[in-house]
């Protein structure tokens, strides 16, 4: 019997070719193929007659092979079929290239629907099919149709394995399935008015109308945002129910804390640290995601509530996704909060320190720090994710911060977790702009805090779009910016140029690298002035120097890859120079953007590009137009979709769900019947197939 479990390679009659390149695509059950759904349809439901076919469109038609012939073109090489059909109306012409076989079944007297585009042939005028799609049928029997006289599913198509073949390999498969179990009840169908599940396969392959195969992708979208959100649901009421370290919250010390700061808080940084503070005052742990746009002043909030749990006695772990940013966090502890006297330490894969104010700071072994850490001397901890690794223990951890790297962030938290009963609360920081839909499906078990002004004296910056002939003219800016005392950051998509062979695409050899770069500006463009160049394959100790010696403006232009794309804190750079910026997403474009306009001299943007294609056009100018990143991911969203604005990679998210997020009112209906069946069944006893189809679902959405 044919189960969804049966692999593809004990079906009878599936071939072993098609069984690897299936394996390809990661499908290797009857179920993988089920659930491979079609990305879009073509409509070949109505059938014409030859009559009534004219140039330019896409039609069925049912018609006998009349006569059928092939031949060599030697002009172009190919080989070339041509039949001449007819029906009562009339006789046209079809042709197809390379497909000798074709003879020997589309054979004179038979008859069979031929669907496919309605040319006019150039010389003559006369119309033809051009390579349309075949189907033979009998005229005395039903015969259900897969690629003609119908509408026709279209699957994302790959090396040797053809919608056709598709077609051809799912609808003998879909009947041969035992029925499936329906998740959910009637009313639930009916409310949302979805297809029962043995329908909505039926009609996500082989629908009668478009309408019904848009229904069924709405069913299986819906399923799937309803499994994110019970998920977020289930997990939120999980960790509720862990006990935290109550951290209550002394409010003349914090007001004297704040008193210290070089500036003044903006009121949204003021509400953010409130609710963070209000949390971790509470014997659960909080769970919270402070989003905020680049250069809101996020840092400093973590360091208030971090100071705050340390008066308490208790450990606070900052990580950061790279060395880069956890030493700058480190240094900008420092700096803020230079009366703290109890040790604030930096831990790396390359470098131990703690610090212990007004200038004190020692550099210690890493062992030696990690049994400090252990023993409870040192309470605020800045690292990457060395942090929390096994080796080290801490002594009573009560806070986790992690900056920039949220999916990171949980998965550590999880493994860090595991089994506890008392779990520390957890602050993930983020200036990647979700916007609202996403982020309640994609970080639902959160709660949010949003800093939504940047601090008063920011200069909004200038971008602009720099074209090859403007050149010259912005390299002259560059230099002058440079003697008046300011920096500039160069940014380059790659390293280094690429082996070149013979299939290296002249496209690619033009994409410009930090190697190239650096030996450009520095020898022949900018003589004069101290170049440097930072990228992520080069040692953790050259890196470190490069970055403090741009941090002390002995290096004026720092050539980079996106190492710097986040967090870094170089209030005296005002040129972020971007080469080959069409090759970015907006959203990390305006990450760059964000690491200048942070002091209090007039920033630029500077979106170099040689390509002169309209889209790229387009999209640099939403970066041009947008004042906040909220804006753009808006826009971003609109034009490239959910997938391509956070990096299909990064959401892990079943594609259907990810497009569905764009209807608002879906995601709201699966968190609320996800809602419901949770408060009437919290352990889903009486929903054991939703409880099973969960534990699959977890595991398939792997957030990373
Ligand atoms: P992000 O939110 O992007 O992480 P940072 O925390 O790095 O931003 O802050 C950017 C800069 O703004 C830092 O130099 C920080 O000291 C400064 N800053 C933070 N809050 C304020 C404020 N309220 N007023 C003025 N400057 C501030
Ligand atoms: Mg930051």
Not at 335 to 342: C, D, G, R, T
Not at 654 to 682: C, F, G, S, W, Y
Not at 683 to 694: A, D, F, N, S, V
Request: glycine content about 6%; some cysteine; proline content about 5%.
């Amino acid at each position: 019997m044919v189960v969804l479990s049966t692999p593809l390679s004990k079906i009878s009659g599936m071939q072993t070719r098609f069984v690897s390149k299936l394996k390809k695509l990661g499908i290797e059950t009857v179920g993988d193929l089920i659930f491979h759904f079609p990305v879009r349809y073509e409509d070949f439901s109505r059938v014409y007659t030859i009559e009534e076919l004219s140039a330019g469109g896409e039609a069925t038609i049912t018609a006998t092979v009349e006569s059928i012939k092939s031949r060599h073109t030697w002009k172009r090489g190919l080989f070339l079929v041509e039949a001449e059909l007819a029906d009562e109306t009339g006789t046209i012409r079809a042709t197809w290239f390379n497909q000798p076989y074709i003879k020997n079944i589309l054979q004179p007297g038979r008859v069979a629907n031929f669907a496919g585009k309605v040319v006019a042939s150039k010389s003559s005028g006369e119309i033809y099919l051009s390579n349309p799609t075949y189907e033979l049928v009998s005229e005395h029997s039903y015969h259900e149709t897969k690629h003609t006289a119908r509408i026709v599913p279209v699957y994302s198509e790959t090396r040797g394995l053809t919608s056709k073949g598709l077609r051809y390999l799912i609808q003998p498969l879909l009947k041969r399935i035992p029925e499936l179990p329906e998740l959910f009840s009637g009313e639930i169908l009916e409310a949302e008015d979805i297809p029962e599940i043995n329908a909505a396969l039926q009609s996500v392959h082989f629908p009668e109308t478009l309408d019904e195969a848009l229904r069924a992708k709405r069913r299986f979208a819906f399923e799937d945002l309803f499994f994110l959100q019970l998920k977020n649901i289930l997990e939120r009421m999980k960790l509720a129910e862990k006990n935290a370290i109550k951290i209550p919250i002394d409010i003349p010390t914090i007001k004297a804390l704040i008193e210290t700061l070089p500036f003044e808080l903006t009121l949204s940084q003021k509400k953010s640290l409130w609710e963070i503070f209000q949390d971790i005052e509470k014997p659960h742990p909080m769970n919270r995601l402070l989003q905020g746009d680049v250069g809101s002043g996020k840092t400093v909030i973590a360091g208030l509530v971090a100071h705050e749990v340390a008066r308490e006695g208790y450990q606070t772990a900052f990580m950061a996704p790279t060395e880069i940013l956890a030493r700058q966090h480190y240094h900008t502890f420092i700096k803020l909060f230079p009366y703290y006297e109890n040790g604030v330490a930096l831990l790396t894969a390359g470098e131990s320190r703690i610090s212990y104010g007004r200038g004190l700071e020692s550099i210690t072994k890493k062992a030696a720090l990690i049994k400090e850490i252990a023993m409870g001397k040192v309470k605020i901890i800045i690292g990457t994710h060395a942090l929390i690794q096994k080796t080290v223990a801490f002594q009573n951890l009560a806070f986790v911060i992690v900056d920039e790297q949220h999916r990171f962030g949980v998965r550590q938290r999880a493994a860090l977790e595991q089994d506890k009963e008392i779990v520390p609360h957890f602050l993930s920081m983020s200036a990647t702009p979700i916007p609202r839909t996403l982020s309640l499906t994609l970080f639902g078990d959160l709660d949010l805090s949003l800093i939504t002004e940047l601090p008063k004296n920011r200069k909004s910056i200038i971008t602009r779009i720099v074209l090859p002939e403007d050149r010259p003219r912005t390299h002259q800016f560059i230099r002058d910016e440079v003697k008046n005392g300011r920096q500039v950051f160069v940014i380059c998509p790659r390293i280094e140029k690429p082996e070149e062979s013979d299939n290296t695409e002249w496209r690619e050899l033009q994409i410009r690298s930090v190697k190239e770069e650096y030996e450009k500006l520095s020898k022949t463009i900018f003589p004069d002035l101290k170049v440097g160049m930072l990228h992520g394959k080069m040692p953790a100790a050259e890196k470190q120097t490069v970055m403090r010696a741009f941090s002390e403006n002995t290096i004026h232009i720092l050539v980079a890859t996106s190492v710097i794309e986040v967090g870094v804190d170089i209030p005296n750079a005002t040129i972020m120079m971007i080469e080959g910026s069409e090759r970015f997403g907006l959203a990390q474009l305006h990450q760059f953007r964000g690491r200048v306009g942070r002091g209090e001299h007039q920033s630029y943007c500077l979106l170099f590009t040689d390509s002169s294609a309209a889209t790229t056009k387009t999209r640099l100018q939403s970066l041009v137009d947008a004042k906040n990143g909220f804006e753009l991911a808006e826009k971003d969203l609109k034009i490239r979709g959910p997938g391509e604005f956070l990096g299909e990679a990064q959401t892990g998210m079943p594609d259907l769900a990810m497009n569905a997020i764009q209807n608002p009112d879906l995601v709201k209906h699966a968190r609320e019947v996800a809602q419901t069946i949770v408060t009437a069944d919290r352990t889903l006893k009486k929903h054991p197939l939703i409880h099973e189809r969960l534990n699959e679902f977890a595991k398939g959405v792997h957030w990373e």
